[in-house]
């Protein structure tokens, strides 16, 4: 582009000025143009396009190899060490605090004794706080309580108490009636349900 200067001092060849000047520059409107200029800015456009399109491949090729090695290594932990859940009985049982002849709430107590059998060879068991045991017959649910933290190695059956209480159950009539017809066939179902949180341990 041409420019045309202005300038508010002057000097000699080989001479440059002993004060500080100030010099204006005049450009022509015509001949200013923006970033990217206009001609290019389609081209710019789909420059940065496809940019975006190799950034987001590059991120999803990444994601993906993490993803097969993530599975490669389970898949070697469970051939290595062929994990296995572990297996619960009930061994004792008792109950207490159950009227049925009453229709005044009931405080239900029960001791219970469940036998854990870890059967895995290299793996132990963390059995940690947060536990949660409750006992229900039909959707009632009739007490609750948690289990001992403790551990169980490989190869182990260890045997867990237990002591789970229940506070102003009110039982209907109607489970009243049920539960005295199953307790005169000797057979009276309770439900048993167990969550616990587990940390599992490796040993090579």
Do not use: W
Request: contains cysteine; charged residues 20%.
């Amino acid at each position: 582009m041409d420019l045309s200067g202005q300038f508010s001092d002057t000097f000699s060849s080989g001479e440059f000025p002993r004060k500080p000047a100030t010099y204006v520059i005049q450009v022509p409107k015509d001949q200013i143009y923006h970033v990217p200029p206009p001609e290019n800015a389609h081209r710019f456009q789909h420059l940065s396009q496809k940019k975006a399109h190799r950034s987001r491949c590059r991120c999803c090729f990444c994601s993906l190899l993490a993803a097969i090695f993530i599975l490669i290594v389970l898949a070697v932990i469970y051939l290595v060490f062929r994990p296995e859940a572990p297996k619960y009985s009930v061994e004792v049982f008792s109950v207490s605090g159950i009227n049925l002849l009453s229709p005044s709430p009931n405080s239900p107590k029960f001791n219970v004794t469940v036998m854990s059998r870890n059967g895995n060879g290299k793996v132990g068991i963390y059995y940690e706080k947060g536990s949660r045991v409750d006992i229900f017959y039909g959707d009632v649910d009739l007490c609750n309580g948690a289990l001992p933290v403790f551990y169980q190695p490989a190869k182990n059956v260890t045997m867990v108490k237990t002591v789970l209480t229940g506070s102003k159950i009110q039982l209907t009539s109607g489970i009243r009636k049920e539960m005295r017809n199953d307790l005169s066939k000797k057979i009276l179902p309770f439900k048993l349900k167990i969550r616990a949180p587990v940390k599992i341990v490796c040993r090579f």
